[in-house]
T-cell receptor, first 111, second 115 residues
């Protein structure tokens, strides 16, 4: 069974304080690992897709990296508007296209 | 930009009612999905569809059915709503299995309350 575990569950940072969110996964044949951002009461917003170990993607203050067992979402010098829940999901090679999601990391950036 | 819309943001129904949740996407995507999101459980896949009139069960299909009569529209049906189906329902769409284009794009969600 595919599993995705995100840590920490919640993280509170000061504005400008860089940190990393972790996503550990167990899948039978990874087709893709996805990061989403979700604001309260809204649908997830796509951020990144990673396909193979060693791959990295960047967008503004966010950088996602991938190894064979985990992915990290690095947040550099965050601002209050980066506050959200960050979701990690995997797509396995078993044929189905549905994503398996982790439970998310709730990030709060204090001014 | 991909746009996925859902027919209602908030819905209140009574136990036993038949409930229809509608989803429309405007990017000619082949794949469409229905998830539910609950505190402490995260997003879970209910049903998905590869093409018109095609459907596949996800991880938690019990109590739900789906309909896809047109490529752009995917409906989730609760045949007889129960209180344990109170949840946030999220629709998503994606292109068909092309490397580099597998990301799913989500709608704003429908918060369903069953009394």
């Amino acid at each position: 069974e595919d599993q995705v575990t995100q840590s920490p569950e919640a993280l509170r940072l000061q504005e400008g304080e860089s940190s990393s969110l972790n996503c550990s996964y167990t899948v039978s044949g990874l087709r893709g690992l996805f990061w989403y951002r979700q604001d309260p009461g809204k649908g997830p917003e796509f951020l990144f897709t990673l396909y193979s170990a060693g791959e990295e993607k960047e967008k503004e203050r966010l950088k996602a990296t991938l190894t064979k067992k985990e992915s990290f979402l690095h947040i550099t010098a965050p601002k209050p508007e980066d506050s959200a829940t960050y979701l990690c999901a995997v797509q396995a090679g078993g044929g189905a296209d549905g994503l398996t999601f982790g439970k998310g990391t709730h990030l709060i950036i204090q001014p | 930009d991909v746009k996925v819309t859902q027919s209602s943001r908030y819905l209140v129904k009574r136990t036993g009612e038949k409930v229809f949740l509608e989803c429309v996407q405007d990017m000619d995507h082949e794949n469409m999905f229905w998830y539910r999101q609950d505190p402490g459980l995260g997003l879970r896949l209910i049903y998905f569809s590869y093409d018109v009139k095609m459907k596949e069960k996800g991880d938690i299909p019990e109590g739900y059915s789906v309909s896809r009569e047109k490529k752009e529209r995917f409906s989730l049906i609760l045949e007889s709503a129960s209180t344990n189906q109170t949840s946030m329902y999220l629709c998503a769409s994606s292109l068909q299995g092309r490397m580099g284009y597998n990301e799913q794009f989500f709608g704003p969600g429908t918060r369903l309350t069953v009394l």
